[in-house]
């Protein structure tokens, strides 16, 4: 069945670096557009980043711009996040999702949603 | 685009109907989606294009709506229905309501 599975959520002090992997299955993973997306704890969600099928085409939200890196490997049916400068408001879930309806918008806005989402990966950044 | 969910809290009795609203800050056209999270569990995508049900969704879940006012309606609400609700809008760079959360009355 179609399935995203994250790993290398944890603990980790502020000013630190995490890296979460996102393991996709069921589906041509190589066809898909990937976001990822992130819940504070009792918070609501908060799209971060998105990457195109050839990975010629990435964004973030401002929260992250800067500190944060997404990226894919096709040939391994996998997706990245690299997290740098994590402080105490990058403590959430963080969710890969699989892009559909996606389109780009006048002014080269980025839309879609997300239609296949994983368990989420927990990462907690305190000293 | 900023989302406005309401209620925030709606209290339901199994076999109810539930209704709840999503407004945008600016025009969104059909470009909205609805997500449902129980306790635990990531988003589910109930329905996209304001009133398109996703795979497997089942009709008791409707949307409708355009512009700037959408309405989320559960028919008879079953006892998996309890969760948090979330709309999300795609017509510009992606955002979420703040969600809304039915309860058992």
């Known amino acids: 069945q179609v399935q995203l599975v994250e790993s290398g959520g944890g603990l980790v002090k502020p000013g630190g670096s995490l890296r979460l992997s996102c393991a996709a299955s069921g589906f041509t993973f190589s066809d898909y557009y990937m976001s990822w997306i992130r819940q504070a704890p009792g918070k609501g969600l908060e799209w971060i980043s998105y990457i195109s099928t050839a990975s010629d085409k990435i964004s973030y939200a401002g929260s992250v711009r800067g500190r944060f890196t997404i990226s894919r490997d096709n040939t391994k049916n996998s997706l990245f996040l690299q997290m740098n400068s994590l402080s105490a408001e990058d403590t959430a879930i963080y969710y890969c999702a699989r892009d559909v309806e996606n389109y780009y918008g006048p002014g080269n806005y980025y839309a879609a949603v997300f239609d296949v989402w994983g368990q989420g990966a927990v990462v907690t950044v305190s000293s | 685009t900023v989302l406005t969910q309401s209620p925030a809290t709606l209290s339901v009795s199994p076999g109810d109907r539930a209704t709840l609203s999503c407004r945008a800050s600016g025009t969104v056209s059909s470009n909205l989606a609805w997500y449902q999270q129980t306790p635990g569990q990531p988003p589910r995508l109930l329905i996209y294009g304001a009133s398109t049900r996703a795979t497997g969704i089942p009709a008791r879940f409707s949307g409708s709506g355009s512009v700037t006012e959408f309405t989320l309606t559960i028919s008879s609400l079953q006892s998996e229905d309890f969760g948090v609700y979330y709309c999300?809008?795609?017509?510009?760079?992606?955002?979420f309501g703040q969600g809304t959360k039915v309860e058992i009355k």
């Open positions: 999300q809008q795609y017509g510009d760079w992606p955002t």
